[in-house]
């Protein structure tokens, strides 16, 4: 199983948007070097205002690039980085993996997949009508967050557009992605 990176961003100041970068440098226990949502407690405001001592599981943000192919079907135009992603993919399930497996990106980098991405009304901000593309509801009638996972670092690195992307499932029993 494995997949490419597409493209990588980051943003040292809150935005929701992040722009594309040529390359950006993964931090073991940090997050993206330079980003503002690197840290080993939570760096996200919402969170931060509930509890700044939290333990940042959402260092890096991955987010497929298929949703971006699927929104432009349904009328939307997202690029990668506009809906605040560090590195956006292509290949790979996202969505689809249990907690705790490993993407080794580029050479060097590893990141381990924590959960979920919930995502905020300011999506909605960004582009109308652009949530209900996001969340939707599954087979089961279950709500289906379609906003990409959330990772932290495991092994430091440089990850660039065009870099390969490996899976490694973890060992023992599957647990499906919570929102972190």
């Known amino acids: 199983m494995g997949g490419a990176v597409t493209a990588v961003s980051s943003n040292g100041t809150y935005s929701f948007t992040k722009p594309n970068r040529e390359s950006i440098t993964l931090l073991a226990g940090l997050g993206v070097e330079g980003d503002v949502h690197a840290g080993t407690t939570v760096k996200h405001r919402f ?25 432009r079907e349904s009328g939307f ?11 956006t993919t292509r290949g790979v399930d996202l969505l689809g993996l249990p907690v705790g497996t490993l993407l080794r990106l580029g050479d060097d980098a590893v990141v381990e997949i924590t959960g979920l991405r919930n995502p905020c009304a300011q999506i909605d901000d960004f582009q109308k009508g652009l949530l209900k593309q996001v969340v939707g509801r599954g087979e089961d009638g279950g709500v289906v967050y379609k906003s990409g996972v959330m990772s932290v670092v495991r092994e430091g690195g440089v990850v660039r557009p065009g870099d390969p992307v490996e899976v490694e499932l973890p060992v023992g029993p599957h647990l499906p992605l919570r929102i972190v």
């Open 77 to 87: 135009t997202v690029a990668p980085g506009e809906l605040g992603e560090n590195v």
């Open 47 to 71: 969170r931060m205002a509930k509890d700044p001592s939290q333990v940042n599981l959402r260092q890096v943000h991955l987010m497929h690039q298929e949703l971006f192919d699927e929104l």
